[in-house]
């Protein structure tokens, strides 16, 4: 089993930038790949940002392209999202993800926190 707790969200404006953290407890490998995803007010979640821990391969979402950053701390078991000119339009609750071995079905999923930009 694997926890996942994330943190660092807040009400931001527009312009400002924030780092969120998820935090990784139990046993994760190598080849496991950790996802950010989003959810806003009536609308469905959506991918955000993705990163494997051994190679640090990265993939971002057309809309956060240039201004969100994953990256991974693999001794704190740590991976972060820094969002910086924030817009209105990521206004959602962020939650990070587990996808075991890199296949399937994101397996692992953590409580949220929310993120709101003010405009």
């Known amino acids: 089993q694997v926890q996942l707790v994330e943190s660092g969200g807040n009400v931001v404006q527009a312009g400002d930038s924030l780092r969120l953290s998820c935090a990784a407890s139990?046993?994760?490998?190598?080849?496991?790949?950790m996802g950010w995803f989003r959810q806003a007010p009536g609308k469905e979640r959506e991918f955000v940002a993705r990163?494997?821990?051994?190679?640090?391969?990265?993939d971002y979402a057309d809309s956060v392209k240039g201004r969100f950053t994953i990256s991974r701390d693999n001794a704190k078991n740590t991976v972060y999202l820094q969002m910086n000119n924030l817009k209105h339009e990521d206004t959602a609750v962020y939650y990070c993800?587990?996808?075991?071995w890199g296949r399937g079905a994101y397996n692992y999923w953590g409580q949220g926190t929310q993120v709101t930009v003010s405009s």
């Open positions: 139990g046993r994760t490998f190598s080849s496991d790949v």
């Open positions: 990163l494997n821990w051994s190679g640090g391969n990265t």
């Open positions: 993800a587990l996808q075991r």
